[in-house]
């Protein structure tokens, strides 16, 4: 594409002549401005339409974001504009910001049809936004970010990168909600004046998405990162196999995918599907891009069927069970006393470790009915240290907890009791916890009786109970210090399309991500609920289906 008339916009204003701007893509500009909302039928929820009118929404306040920040200090009267002039200045001989400084301007264009120019440097007199390292507020962590509005000059602050990629998911929701459209919209595009302290209460604010039950392509997770990377989430769960598929390529065992990952495979024998190796290290890479980490699930020692379709060597019998489409749960069992598992086990988590850069490698260990209690401790006293000897850190459902060789990995709390003394005593013993209690955090409960897809095992889960909760106090004996964060999980029996995927993720999403950045003292139903309000038809303009639930008041 041709590059902006930049070095004659820059000269221009360098002589203090009128600047003009460049006119934006103007095929998709309606003469009077008019949003046209594109993307996909809202298919789940035909009132699914908070209004997105002709005429300009309001600059938000400075306190409309999502999740809630530290602390907000608006300074009334003052305002930024950002133009066709704008540059974005990013620290000088850091790649990493430079590229969230081309990520923002990305994500900038679309609406305002402005590109913006990433420079080391900021030509004077021009509209400036900075991002800068170096911030020098060792309470910022390592996300954590300053933001400052002033008149002439927008400027984020951080120690790292992922900080001023936090700082410009803030920007973002403190532009007009047109700034979502996917096409220009003529409108001046300002910002509050004041200022932002933000960093995030815990390490870990994580969403799953479960590939097994129905496959979701690479392009469906790509969207799914975009959408919850706006929400300061940063670790994606990808649930990779289970009793109906297997949906990562492991060269030693190829018959996981050619097999389990084929035709027929999945809930309802909706199948094929499956990530090639180069398809996972791309997600890996899009991810990382937006902040957010890939965190790898293969599910064992129950929850195996589909491995053992491919490799009947993986039961006790040798016996080939029948492929499995329908939604039930705890009847197989890897073979606990047959050297053949730990030697597929290691292939498995040698080849995943090498794939994923991340911290973390998720084993499962929920559900494991049909293995006896105490070949499920001995199978865990072996997997455990696994994951440590491929250098990554074990991750597992809250039933691995049972093993005492869970004391350096990360249990995921999922059961919907408040108190659970196996959870409790693993903690003493140093065992960190990540919370997604099901009937709170599970995005793949209806909401209510109504709701078309979902299951309802764990309850109905309205906006206000997913939010109402406190990841510190949920569970007795699982204090601040033992919580690594919380997160979102998605399991998909009931749910094919990226459009069904949004509608149960939103809005709950953001409820659990607000309960992992922002710090306890600023929860508060009345706030989250009107910020999520006027967060409704930024979804709408950027095609999100989501869930208009009548708690909250669109708009
Ligand atoms: C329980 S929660 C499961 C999954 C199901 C989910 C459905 C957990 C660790 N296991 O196998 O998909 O319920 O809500």
Known sequence: ???????RLLSAAALGLPLIAAPASAASITANGAITASGPAAVHSAANSPAVG??????????????APVQVTPAAGRTFRLGPLTVIRTQPGSPAARAVGEQLARDLRPATGFRL?????????LPVVSLLLGAGDGRLGTEGYRLTVAADRVTIRANKPAGLFAGTRTLLQLLPQEIDSPTPVRRPWTVAGGSILDYPRFAYRGAMLDEARHFHTPD????????????????????LSDDQGWRIQIDSW????????????????EGPGFLTKSQYREIV????RRYVTIVPEIDMPGHVNAAQVAYPELT???????????????YSSLCIGSETTYRFVEDVIRELAAMTPGPYIHIGGDEAHATPEADYLAFEQRVLPLVAKYGKTAYGWNEIAKSPASTTAVAQYWDTATTNATVAAAVTRGTKVVMSPANQAYLDMKYDRHTPLGQSWAGYIEVRTAYGWDPATRVTGVGESAV????????????????????????????????????????????????LGSYGPRWTLQGVNFYPSPQINWG
């Open 484 to 531: 690594l964060g919380v997160e979102a999980p998605l399991w998909s029996e009931t749910l094919r399309t990226l459009d069904d995927i949004e509608f149960m993720a939103f809005p709950r999403l953001p409820a659990i991500a607000e309960l992992g950045w922002s710090p306890a003292s600023t929860h508060d139903w009345e706030s989250f609920s009107t910020r």
């Open 54 to 67: 002709s005429r300009p929404s309001a600059t938000p306040a400075l306190t409309a974001v999502i999740p």
């Open 254 to 269: 190829p018959k996981l995918t050619t097999v389990s990952g084929g035709p027929g495979t999945g809930v309802d024998g």
């Open 285 to 288: 890479g899009y991810a990382a």
């Open 1 to 7: 594409m041709a590059q902006p008339p930049i070095f």
């Open 220 to 239: 469906e997770i790509k969207s799914y990162i975009d959408e919850i990377s706006r929400f300061k989430v940063n670790y994606l769960h990808l649930h």
């Open 117 to 125: 120019p990433v420079l080391p440097v900021a030509p004077p007199r």
């Open 316 to 330: 006790c019998d040798g016996v080939a069970p029948p492929p499995r489409t329908d939604t039930e749960v705890g």
